[in-house]
């Protein structure tokens, strides 16, 4: 299996622009995982689905960012517009369900916002 | 979520044990301590998980004590490869785990 794999690995956009995101799991992973890393705050997680249904995305800073899934091989997260404070590393992982802790990382997604 | 403490960094030479340590005193009974490592520009990849006393595999030792409040991560002679920030998490029941800002482990030749 290839991983978790995202797309694109890098992008720089501009103020106000929109941002999307891209995530493939690892096939037969049942749940799914947006973080947000940066020096100051650390590893965050913004959103996690189950079988596709968003549980808990108390961690979405605010309504500018949106996450979907609509199958079990695809997510995407998006900005929506974009600002500065949104630079960061966005890593999405997936785990293979039950009470597992074992989540898989993707390569991340380094985002700069100008 | 039960929070956990850990030092922001430490040096250690290659060839040596490391003993990483975490404090987390509101352990819940269902919490699972686990324990993650990351490479510069990589994602965090899963090294060991345990719910009490010792676990091994092949990359690392965890020691859990009784109460459960803290753990010691234990990695066998390092190397300069093990450089990278380690975290320690606990979680109960679902699949959220809090990161933090982790360990910072510099190996030194």
Request: hydrophobic content about 35%; some cysteine.
């Amino acid at each position: 299996d290839a991983g978790v794999i995202q797309s694109p690995r890098h992008e720089v956009t501009e103020m106000g622009q929109e941002v999307t995101l891209r995530c493939k799991p690892i096939s037969g992973h049942n749940s799914l995982f947006w973080y947000r890393q940066t020096m100051m705050r650390g590893l965050e997680l913004l959103i996690y689905f189950n079988n596709n249904v968003p549980i808990d995305d108390s961690g979405m800073p605010e309504d500018r960012f949106s996450a979907k899934m609509p199958n079990a091989s695809f997510s995407t997260l998006k900005i929506q517009p974009s600002e500065p404070r949104d630079s960061a590393v966005y890593f999405c992982a997936s785990v293979e369900g039950g009470a597992s802790y074992e989540q898989y990382f993707g390569p991340g997604t380094r985002l700069t916002v100008t | 979520l039960a929070k956990t403490t850990q030092p922001i960094s430490m040096d250690s030479y290659e060839g040596q044990e490391v003993n990483i340590t975490c404090s987390h005193n509101n352990i819940a009974t269902n919490d699972y301590i686990t324990w993650y490592q990351q490479f510069p520009s990589q994602g965090p990849r899963f090294i060991i998980q345990g719910y009490k006393t010792k676990v091994t595999n092949e990359v690392a030792s965890l020691f859990i004590p009784a109460d459960r409040k803290s753990s010691t991560l234990s990695l066998p002679r390092v190397s300069l490869s093990d450089t990278a920030v380690y975290y320690c998490l606990v979680a109960g029941g679902n699949n959220r785990l809090a990161f933090g800002k982790g360990n910072q482990v510099v190996v030194i030749p």
